[in-house]
């Protein structure tokens, strides 16, 4: 379990630039292609869709990325 400190560095971490960045091209792309899976159907033929659900398929990848870099980093910094 993280204590305070290493909650405030995991969260200090996780904004960088270039993790936010890569977590925002991440969530494009397997959003996208969530979507397509999930309401392809309803995206090709013109009904309703949930907007919800399309959120999510966003948001979830966006997590992961951020989190996993994140993770990476502090796992890296521990190492050296």
Known sequence: ??????VK?????VRRK???LNALRVSL????????INQGSAL???????WIQLLMNYLVPCCVASY?????????????
């Not at 792309?29 to 397509?36: A, M």
């Not at 996993?68 to 050296?80: G, K, T």
């Open 18 to 20: 270039h993790i936010v």
């Open 68 to 80: 996993s870099a994140a993770q990476n980093e502090l796992n890296h910094r521990e190492r050296s």
């Open 29 to 36: 792309v397997v959003g996208s292609v969530l979507n397509l």
């Open 9 to 13: 560095t995991f969260w200090l971490v």
């Open 44 to 50: 090709l033929n013109s009904e309703p869709i949930s």
């Open 1 to 6: 379990m993280m204590g305070a400190s290493s």
